[in-house]
C-alpha cells in the first residue's frame, strides 16, 4: 500500500466513517473530563440563554447587555461545538440544507418552547440538568432521568398518534456537496484562529476559553461522527427496542461520573460545582416536559446543535425559540419570582455529602448500570417497546 493510499484510508476513518456508539461515548467522556479539568463544566443552555438575551436586550426587554458571546464561557462552548460538528458534516460531505414541510415546522416551535421551559425549570438540558448533573454527583440528575424517562415515553406516544392522523411528506434539500470541502477547511482555519486569538490575547480568560473552544470543538466533531444522541437513547427503547445508542450513552456517563469524581476529590473543581438547587421538582417537572418536546423535536439539547451544524433547518428553529424561551422564564425565575432562594422547586443535594464519594458512585453506578440492563433486556425481549 503507497503512502498516499494510507492517507486515503485514514481520511476515510476519522472524517468519513460512521463510529459507533460506543466509540463516541468513550471520546465523548474524555473529552469532558478533559473540558473540566480544563476550565469548567460542559453545558449547552447557558451559552443559548446568553443567544436569547441579546435579542431580548435588542427590543429593549433587559435593560442590561448581557455578557459579550465571544467571551462568556458557555456561549463559546456551543459556538466551539457547532464549528466541530460542522467541521465534521462539510468533509464528510454531509452538509446540506434541510428544510422540513409545514407540520415539522409548527412542531419544532412548540417543542422549541417546551424545551426552552423544561431547561429553566431544571436548570439544564439533557447536558446540564442530566448527563453533566450525573457526573457532578448532584442528585437532580437522578431526578431528572426519571423525568426524561417518562417524558420521552409521552412524548413517543405523541408521535405514533401523529402518524395515525397527520402526514409531514415534503421538504426541501439543498445540496452543497461541490463546495463542502471548501466550508470544511474555512470552517476548520475559523476554529484555528479563534483559538490562537484566545491563547494570545491579554485576557486572563483568553487561556482558557481557547482551551475550551478547541476541546468542545472536539465533543462537536465526535458527536456528529458517532450520531451521538441522548433523544435517541431514550426514544429507540420504547419506539424499535434497538438499545445500542442507549448502551453508549450509560457508558459514556459511567466513565465521566467516574473522571470528575476523582477531579473534585483532587481538588481540582469546587464540589458543588454544577449541583443545582432543583432536586427534586425543578429537576422531575422539568425533566418530563424536555422529555417530550426533544422527542417532537428530533433533537435534545446537543442533538440540536449538531444537527444545526449539518444544515436542518427545523432545528435550527428549535433552538431560536429554545433559547428565546429559556432566557424569558429564567429572567422571571431568577429575578422576579426568586424560586431558587425560596426552594419552591427544590434544594441543592450534592451525593458525596450524604453517601461519601465512594457510595455516592456506587449509587450512581448502579442506576446508569440497571437502565444499561434495562434497554439490553428490553432490545431482546421487546416488553416495553411501544412502537410500529
Not at 441522548?230 to 466513565?255: C, D, H, K, Q, Y
Amino acid at each position: 500500500m503507497s503512502f498516499s493510499e494510507s492517507l486515503k484510508g485514514l481520511y476515510q476513518t476519522v472524517f468519513k466513517n460512521n463510529y459507533s456508539p460506543i466509540t463516541g461515548g468513550i471520546l465523548l467522556a474524555l473529552f469532558v473530563i478533559l473540558l473540566e479539568m480544563w476550565y469548567r463544566p460542559w453545558g449547552i443552555v447557558g451559552g443559548l440563554r446568553n443567544w436569547g438575551e441579546w435579542v431580548l436586550y435588542g427590543i429593549g426587554f433587559l435593560e442590561e447587555a448581557p455578557p459579550h458571546p465571544l467571551w462568556f464561557s458557555s456561549s463559546v462552548l456551543n459556538i466551539g461545538l457547532i464549528l466541530g460538528a460542522f467541521i465534521s458534516a462539510t468533509l464528510a460531505n454531509e452538509f446540506g440544507l434541510r428544510i422540513p414541510p409545514r407540520l415539522e415546522i409548527i412542531k419544532a416551535i412548540v417543542a422549541g418552547i417546551l424545551m426552552g421551559i423544561g431547561s429553566a425549570l431544571a436548570q439544564g438540558c439533557n447536558i446540564g440538568g442530566f448527563y453533566m448533573a450525573i457526573a457532578n454527583l448532584s442528585a437532580s440528575g437522578i431526578a431528572m432521568m426519571l423525568g426524561l424517562v417518562v417524558g420521552v415515553f409521552i412524548g413517543v406516544k405523541y408521535l405514533l398518534w401523529e402518524l395515525e392522523h397527520f402526514s409531514s411528506s415534503g421538504g426541501i434539500e439543498i445540496s452543497t456537496k461541490k463546495i463542502n470541502p471548501v466550508l470544511g477547511i474555512i470552517a476548520l482555519a475559523i476554529l484555528l484562529y479563534g483559538i490562537y486569538a484566545y491563547f494570545s490575547s491579554d485576557s486572563e480568560e483568553g487561556l482558557l476559553l481557547g482551551g475550551a473552544l478547541l476541546l468542545t470543538a472536539c465533543i462537536g466533531f465526535v458527536m456528529h461522527r458517532s450520531r451521538f444522541c441522548i433523544v435517541n437513547s431514550f426514544r429507540e427503547p420504547f419506539l424499535s427496542g434497538e438499545a445500542e445508542m442507549a448502551r453508549g450513552v450509560a457508558l459514556s456517563i459511567l466513565i465521566a461520573t467516574f473522571g470528575i469524581l476523582l477531579i473534585k476529590m483532587a481538588g481540582i473543581r469546587e464540589p458543588m460545582t454544577y449541583v443545582t438547587p432543583t432536586f427534586v421538582w425543578g429537576a422531575l417537572i422539568g425533566g418530563l416536559i424536555f422529555g417530550a418536546a426533544m422527542v417532537v423535536a428530533g433533537g435534545c439539547g446537543s442533538g440540536a446543535l449538531w444537527r444545526v451544524a449539518e444544515g436542518q433547518v427545523k432545528l435550527m428553529i428549535v433552538v431560536i425559540f429554545f433559547a428565546l424561551t429559556n432566557s424569558i422564564l429564567r429572567y422571571y425565575l431568577d429575578n422576579v419570582w426568586e424560586v431558587w432562594d425560596k426552594g419552591w422547586l427544590g434544594g441543592a443535594v450534592f451525593l458525596p455529602d450524604y453517601f461519601g464519594y465512594g457510595g455516592a458512585f456506587i449509587l450512581l453506578a448502579l442506576i446508569i448500570i440497571l437502565w444499561y440492563l434495562f434497554v439490553d433486556w428490553n432490545e431482546k425481549s421487546e416488553k416495553f417497546v411501544i412502537g410500529l
